[in-house]
Each structure stands twice: as C-alpha cells, then as structure tokens.
C-alpha cells in the first residue's frame, strides 16, 4: 500500500523552527518528485515547497522562500521540511504529496500533521 | 495571474448532473487537476490531465477545458460526493503550483 506519513507538527512560538517530516512507503520514493502542500482553516491548500527526485532541484512559494528548506533522504524514504521564522501565518494542516509527471498531479496525500504558530 | 477561482459553493439534487468551473490563466496552457477533500480528511486526485480518473474514481466524474476555464462533471451525484473540490495546476512559471480555493458541493 502507497503510504505518507507526516509528523513533527506541533505548537510554536512565532519567530520559531520546526522540522516536518514525512515517512513514505510501498512505492520506489527516490523515483518521485515530491511536495508539501499546506491548508488553513478554512481556505484551499496552497503548495508550499517541491523536490526533484534526485533532490537536485527545489522550489518555494514566495510566501515562504528564504524561511522553508525541502529536502529528502532516498536511503530513508523521507521527506523533510525544515521551517524557521514562523509567523501566525503559516499556521495550518502541512501534507506532503507524491507528484507523479504521467497525470501531472500529486496522486498521493498522507493524512497531515498540524502546525499552530502562537504566544 | 498564477490564480484559480472558484464558484465558493454549489448545490444539486440527488442523482442529477453538476459542473464545477475554475477560472485562471493557467489553464490556458495547463490542464487542471481535480481534487475532493472530505471533512478531516486529505485531499484525494479524482481527476487529472483534463478528463482522466485514478482507479477507483467513478466515471461519473469527467472533466473539459474551455479557453481559461476548466470544468469538473459529476453525473448521477451521489450523497458521498457530498464534499469540497479543489482545482490545481501550474502557474505560469511552470515550476509552481496553485490551487483554487473550492468548491463545497452540497447533495440536496
């Protein structure tokens, strides 16, 4: 079975880090490119970072660029997002995504893990 | 515009036919992706490269593109389409992606 698994979720402060991570199982995860995707209360998720398979090549929203670094380990199948200079703003259910380039399309979710940024 | 918009809400009865629209410049040159979100649930592809189902997705889903405007078909709606649908593709750069802010459809 296709699976993510996020964790590292959690509360902080604004001005803090934090590191997501996301387990993947039952598929060749060096073979795909991969994304974390982010959803508010309330409103549509909104892409937030993506990685080349070989992790060569990364990309951010501008909204976090600079703050956000996407990365991966193959021999781990994880995928990582490590996030620094959290504001009220990012606050919101983190996925990650398997992009398959044959749909065009992140065919895969894991089930999310939540940040709260708050004093 | 890298954006997609979409109607907030929409309703329609029990085992009739609903379009779904997402509006963006993008689509001009990209196709959409079609995703349904169930409360507290992930995101799941129901639709992508304009009219293609995953497996498991019902053929009661389809999908067109008209100029800036991708469409999201469900006939014969079923109570468990009852749900919010989110269109996405690349913005302009070709790198990065959006989402249009969905669609909460509402089976009557």
């Known amino acids: 079975e296709v699976r993510l698994l996020e964790s590292g979720g959690g509360l902080v402060q604004p001005g803090g880090s934090l590191r997501l991570s996301c387990a993947a199982s039952g598929f060749t995860f060096g073979a795909y490119a991969m994304s974390w995707v982010r959803q508010a209360p309330g409103r549509g998720p909104e892409w937030v970072s993506g990685?080349?398979?070989?992790?060569?090549?990364?990309y951010y929203a501008d909204s976090v660029k600079g703050r956000f670094t996407i990365s991966r380990d193959s021999a781990e199948n994880t995928l990582y997002l490590q996030m620094g200079g959290l504001s009220a703003e990012d606050t919101a259910i983190y996925y990650c995504?398997?992009?398959?380039?044959?749909?065009?399309?992140?065919?895969?979710w894991g089930q999310g893990t939540k940040v709260t940024v708050s004093s | 515009s890298s954006e997609l918009t979409q109607d907030p809400a929409v309703s329609v009865a029990l085992g009739q036919t609903v379009k779904i629209t997402c509006q963006g410049d993008s689509l001009r040159r990209y196709y959409a992706s079609w995703y349904r979100q169930r409360p507290g649930q992930a995101p799941v592809l129901v639709l992508y490269d304009k009219d293609n189902r995953p497996s498991g997705i019902p053929e009661r889903f389809s999908g067109s593109r008209s100029g800036n405007t991708a469409s999201l078909t469900i006939a014969e709606t079923q109570a468990e389409d009852e749900a919010d649908y989110f269109c996405?593709?690349?913005?302009?750069?070709?790198?990065?992606?959006?989402f249009g802010g969905g669609t909460r459809l509402t089976v009557l």
């Open positions: 995504a398997k992009y398959t380039a044959g749909l065009d399309g992140f065919d895969v």
């Open positions: 990685i080349t398979p070989s992790g060569y090549n990364t």
């Open positions: 996405n593709c690349r913005d302009s750069s070709g790198y990065h992606w959006v």
